[in-house]
């Protein structure tokens, strides 16, 4: 009687074709998500800026006169909420490039127009829409498990340049003090952080609490920018996940309109099958 042989417990499980490929849309729709979700979360603010900009318009020769427009800036970010939900929703290759380029393209506008140039949420999502341009371009490459660990480490790249670019700026004696933070967020923020904060520490305890919660914030900050992109894809993740949302759930709820997009990147490195 013939035996068969049990296969070794301790072998690395091979990720079939179709596990691999489930794999890649998933990180491409996580990525998508987190592009919508930062587009959503930033609507009821648009809306309101919109109607400012209507109400006091803005006249800077530094613009031309199409990227001063409000009509330019309403279509982009509109188009932006329209093609990157359709490209969540389907399936076909060539669609999902088309609503990527259009996505980008949108971005570029935002980053550039005189009304959004100077707000962060377009920035993170800009560098999301790259990176979701250039997986869509590779989502048929044969390799699928080879494709998710350089995604994975392309937005790792880009997690820690964007965090170290947010590090160099607050290296300065206002906020390495705790000044700028106390005066932001500790003096009458209102926010369950720092309203608990309020009403159980006098004045003096706060700056000092400040000074430690900006010298925190500036040393993570820096730590994860320089080293995020060099950890293994899991472990890296898992830290960047944590440490972004933290950043909204302790300041400011408003600032996941800045981080969603880059939460849906740095989630691609849990698909990185085990090697």
């Known amino acids: 009687m013939s035996s068969i042989s049990k296969p070794d417990s301790n072998l690395t499980t091979t990720l079939t074709p179709t596990n691999q490929l489930n794999r890649t849309l998933f990180g491409h729709r996580l990525v998508q998500g987190g592009i919508l979700l930062t587009l959503i979360w930033k609507w009821s603010f648009f809306v309101a800026a919109n109607s400012m900009y209507d109400a006091i318009p803005l006249s800077d020769p530094f613009f031309p006169a199409w990227l001063q427009s409000a009509i330019t800036v309403r279509v982009a970010f509109v188009t932006a909420v329209a093609a990157v939900g359709l490209n969540l929703a389907t399936d076909r290759h060539r669609l999902q ?3 990527s380029l259009t996505a980008l393209l949108c971005m570029t506008v935002l980053c550039i127009h005189q009304a959004s140039y100077n707000d962060m949420t377009f920035v993170t999502a800009w560098w999301a829409c790259v990176w979701a341009m250039w997986f869509v371009n590779h989502l048929n490459d044969p390799d699928q498990a080879s494709l998710l660990r350089r995604a994975s480490f392309l937005s790792r790249l880009i997690i820690s340049l964007i965090l170290l670019g947010g590090a160099s700026g607050k290296w300065t004696a ?14 009458d923020r209102e926010f369950w952080v720092f309203q608990w904060l309020r009403s159980y520490f006098e004045p003096d ?3 000092t609490i400040a000074m430690w919660y900006s010298r925190k914030v500036v040393l993570i900050e820096t730590i994860a920018g320089l080293g995020l992109w060099a950890l293994p ?4 993740a898992v830290m960047a996940i944590l440490l972004l949302a933290s950043i909204a759930l302790l300041s400011n709820f408003l600032l996941f309109s800045v981080l969603f997009a880059l939460i849906g990147l740095a989630s691609v490195g849990l698909l990185v099958p085990r090697s």
């Open 233 to 236: 894809p899991r472990i890296a």
């Open 205 to 207: 305890q706060l700056r």
């Open 97 to 99: 490039w088309i609503c």
């Open 174 to 187: 206002e906020y390495w003090s705790g000044e700028v933070f106390a005066d932001i967020y500790f003096k």
